[in-house]
């Protein structure tokens, strides 16, 4: 049985919950975790993506989303390597999938949208995800590392810019947990 751990800012101390996901092996990498506005925690595994939803009495059911080639509103691969939660939309879940590239998950519409290299990300590896800062217009860019540089993504436009050593990176290739 794996467990999670949590630590209470407020009151200093940890606390332990379980996470049984039958479906998800027991020797499955932990990836990610991220936190969305509904109060639902996200946990990026080798073996798809584990919704942890709380009830009132602060106890979790999980459901586990997975590829099903078969539906094109699914994820792009069972091995995720990175999560964000949208900072402008917190029903918005963007996760990083090891070789099939970047999906934007919509909670509220339960809607998947990939972005691969035929979408202009310059690799379909997607190791880590950070945001910028909202400008002035709330508008965001999503920086995402790849096995082929660094990309910067604007979302509001679906606007790739690759960063590559030549522009100063100290490789094009980065790896897991590079950010």
Not at 6 to 34: I, K, M, Q, W, Y
Not at 42 to 50: E, P, S
Not at 156 to 170: I, M, P
Request: hydrophobic share 35%; with cysteine; glycine share 8%.
């Amino acid at each position: 049985r794996r467990q999670m751990i949590r630590f209470d800012t407020r009151a200093g101390h940890f606390s332990a919950f379980g996470f049984d996901v039958p479906a998800v092996n027991h020797a499955a990498n932990v990836l990610a975790l991220e936190k969305t506005a509904d109060g639902s925690l996200w946990i990026a595994t080798d073996a798809g993506l584990v919704r942890a939803s709380p009830d009132t009495n602060g106890k979790y059911t999980f459901q586990l989303l997975k590829n099903n080639p078969a539906d094109r509103n699914s994820l792009l691969s069972n091995s995720l390597k990175s999560l964000l939660c949208d900072p402008t939309d917190g029903m918005v879940l963007w996760i990083g999938t090891a070789g099939n590239g970047l999906c934007r998950y919509d909670l509220r519409k339960n809607l998947f949208r990939h972005y691969t290299t035929r979408n202009g990300l310059p690799d379909d590896m997607v190791y880590g995800i950070l945001a910028e800062d909202p400008g002035a217009d709330g508008s965001i860019n999503l920086w995402i590392s790849t096995n082929k540089g660094l990309a910067r993504f604007n979302p509001r436009t679906d606007n790739f810019r690759y960063f590559l050593v030549s522009d100063g990176l100290q490789d094009n290739e980065f790896n897991t947990y590079s950010f």
